[in-house]
């Protein structure tokens, strides 16, 4: 059972034949293999972020003139591993005055809720930890914990530049948790599922034209009013107002230093590559398209979503706290349950193939 | 049920990945803390009182609407993936409650409580 959720890769199946011939027995078989597989995705998502953080280091770059990060390797390609490597050196600088439980466990629990999501993300045909049936459900109702996450470095920190950009974060974040979950509704009113693994299937077939953003309008409406609450969703400009370099230096996590501040860092980047790789399995029709292996679709879909909100990050000026809670509350929230609402009305009047 | 293990052995695993990077790091890197670094940072000034004061942070309100539409996502969820085979009805039903929804929404936008200043 759990075979069938990561039976492309070799060197699970053979473990797992392994495992099964050494006498184990189920829930503990489960635990061994789960066990390793979180291993395998925490390194993976490791690369993913040095990766990312390295080519928005270059897209910022090249969108301003100038080349980025080129003295390590070519093109500066293992600049962040060096990067990394520094934070893991550096002094952990704490601050006395601090709330000690609190602004410890914030930066753990921000990763791992970044972590989990990854528990149901199909990366292509069968490459996915568990399908579990509430899929969708169950990433949104994990990410919202970075929230809790973001407070508590704000509160524990001490500093009115944190607990500022934790409470901003707070309210940001769930604010646009609305909208983001009125077009994922969209989607699960098309498909009839919850499970990642269905709604992509559903969108199989027909060159890549079953995709649900080409199911115009409504397909097209959610897929933007989604992009745009998943980039206030990861913190990123043009909705970055809780690390507002200028008004706020760097938010929630300006006493973090060494390996706390990197957990953030990585969280950050992780939940951007997960809000991408979600709008892949929605509106994209996932790891199905035409010619190429499963995974390689999906993380060139994936990719191309990272790319336009970094193109977002570099093209588009911040907003005000107010235009952005206006724009939230007064447009997209309505927008989106109308939208919901024409989308369930066109797919019951069948005018979708 | 078996996959839900995943879940709670992920949450150990990545709570255990992020713990022994910590103290990982504790064995490679330099410790020396002295007053003036332990300071919180505020531009260089000397801090000024503690940040855990009251402040009004205008959120409260935001807060209740979203509780209003999270509990909504409850029971917009089950009526998502049941729709295909529900039809007409559940579409008239869901209509209705979203309207009442959004007139809850029109009364805060009128009292004005969507404004953030």
Same mark, same amino acid.
């Given at each position: 059972?759990?075979?069938?959720?990561?039976? !492309?890769i070799?060197?699970?199946?053979?473990l797992?034949?392994? #495992?099964?011939?050494?006498?184990?027995e189920?829930?503990?078989?489960?635990?061994?293999?789960?066990?390793l597989? *979180?291993?395998?995705?925490?390194?993976?998502?490791?690369?993913?972020?040095?990766?990312?953080?390295?080519w928005?280091?270059?897209?910022? %770059?090249?969108?301003?003139?100038? +080349?980025?990060?080129?003295? /390590?390797?070519?093109?500066?390609?293992?600049q962040?591993?060096?990067?990394?490597?520094k934070?893991?050196?550096?002094?952990?600088?704490?601050?006395?005055?601090?709330?000690?439980?609190?602004?410890?466990?914030?930066?753990?629990?921000?990763?791992?809720?970044? =972590?989990?999501?990854y528990?149901?993300?199909?990366?292509?045909?069968? #490459?996915?930890?568990?399908?579990?049936? @509430?899929?969708?459900?169950?990433?949104?109702?994990i990410?919202?914990?970075?929230?809790?996450?973001?407070?508590?470095?704000g509160?524990?920190?001490?500093?009115?530049?944190?607990?500022?950009?934790?409470?901003? *974060?707070?309210?940001?974040?769930? *604010?646009?948790?609305?909208?983001?979950v009125?077009s994922?509704?969209?989607? @699960?009113?098309f *498909?009839g599922?919850?499970s990642?693994?269905?709604?992509s299937n559903?969108?199989?077939?027909?060159?890549?034209?079953n995709?649900?953003?080409?199911?115009?309008?409504f397909?097209?409406?959610? =897929?933007?009013?989604?992009?745009?609450?998943?980039?206030?969703?990861? /913190?990123?400009t043009?909705?970055d107002?809780?690390?507002?370099?200028?008004?706020?230096?760097?938010?929630?996590n300006?006493?973090?230093?060494g390996?706390?501040?990197?957990?953030? =860092?990585?969280?950050? =980047?992780?939940?951007?590559?997960?809000?991408?790789?979600?709008?892949?399995?929605?509106?994209?029709?996932?790891?199905?398209?035409p010619?190429?292996?499963?995974?390689?679709w999906?993380?060139?879909?994936?990719?191309?979503?990272?790319?336009?909100?970094?193109?977002?990050?570099?093209?588009?000026?911040?907003?005000?706290v107010?235009?952005?809670?206006?724009?939230?509350?007064?447009f997209?929230v309505p927008?989106?349950?109308a /939208?919901l609402?024409?989308? %369930?009305?066109?797919?019951?009047?069948?005018?979708?193939w | 049920?078996?996959?839900? !293990?995943a879940?709670?052995? +992920?949450?150990?695993a990545?709570? %255990?990945?992020?713990l022994?990077?910590?103290?990982?790091s504790?064995?490679?890197?330099?410790?020396?803390?002295?007053?003036?670094?332990?300071? /919180?940072?505020?531009?260089?000034?000397?801090?000024?009182?503690?940040?855990?004061?009251?402040f009004n942070?205008r959120?409260?309100?935001?807060?209740?609407?979203f509780?209003?539409?999270?509990?909504?996502a409850?029971f #917009?969820?089950?009526?998502?993936?049941?729709? %295909?085979?529900?039809? !007409?009805?559940a579409?008239?039903?869901?209509?209705? +409650?979203?309207?009442?929804? +959004?007139?809850?929404?029109?009364?805060?936008?009128?009292k004005?409580?969507?404004?953030?200043?």
């Open positions: 059972m759990i075979l069938a959720s990561v039976e !492309l070799g060197v699970f199946r053979w797992y034949g392994l #495992l099964v011939e050494l006498g184990l189920e829930p503990w078989l489960s635990v061994v293999i789960y066990g597989l *979180s291993v395998t995705i925490f390194g993976v998502l490791c690369l993913i972020a040095l990766f990312l953080v390295w928005e280091r270059k897209i910022a %770059g090249h969108m301003q003139q100038r +080349f980025g990060p080129m003295r /390590n390797g070519w093109h500066g390609w293992y962040t591993v060096m990067d990394a490597l934070l893991l050196q550096k002094e952990d600088i704490r601050v006395d005055t601090r709330d000690r439980a609190v602004f410890f466990w914030a930066p753990v629990i921000c990763f791992v809720a970044a =972590f989990l999501a528990i149901v993300i199909p990366f292509g045909d069968g #490459l996915i930890v568990a399908d579990l049936n @509430i899929g969708i459900l169950y990433v949104i109702a990410t919202t914990f970075t929230v809790i996450s973001l407070l508590m470095a509160w524990g920190s001490n500093n009115k530049y944190a607990l500022l950009g934790g409470m901003r *974060s707070a309210a940001q974040v769930v *604010s646009y948790e609305v909208p983001m009125a994922i509704l969209t989607v @699960i009113v *498909s599922s919850l990642m693994v269905d709604i559903s969108q199989q077939g027909n060159f890549i034209f995709w649900f953003i080409f199911r115009p309008p397909g097209i409406i959610a =897929f933007l009013t989604y992009i745009t609450a998943a980039t206030a969703e990861a /913190n990123r043009p909705f107002i809780p690390e507002a370099e200028q008004e706020l230096v760097a938010g929630y300006i006493e973090y230093s390996m706390k501040f990197a957990m953030f =860092f990585l969280a950050e =980047f992780v939940n951007m590559f997960t809000v991408s790789a979600i709008a892949t399995t929605l509106f994209l029709g996932g790891w199905h398209g010619l190429l292996p499963s995974w390689l999906f993380i060139i879909k994936t990719l191309a979503i990272v790319l336009l909100l970094m193109i977002f990050r570099w093209t588009f000026p911040r907003l005000r107010d235009q952005l809670m206006e724009f939230a509350w007064k997209l927008l989106t349950f /939208n609402i024409l989308a %369930g009305w066109m797919k019951y009047a069948g005018w979708y | 049920m078996l996959e839900y !293990l879940i709670i052995i +992920f949450i150990v990545g709570i %255990g990945i992020v022994f990077t910590f103290c990982f504790r064995l490679i890197r330099p410790a020396n803390p002295y007053p003036e670094k332990t300071i /919180n940072y505020e531009c260089a000034e000397i801090p000024q009182g503690h940040s855990w004061i009251q942070n959120f409260y309100i935001f807060g209740l609407i509780v209003i539409f999270d509990v909504e409850v #917009l969820f089950p009526w998502a993936v049941a729709f %295909g085979q529900l039809g !007409l009805y579409l008239i039903e869901m209509v209705i +409650f979203i309207t009442i929804l +959004f007139y809850g929404i029109y009364y805060a936008w009128r004005g409580a969507l404004q953030w200043v």
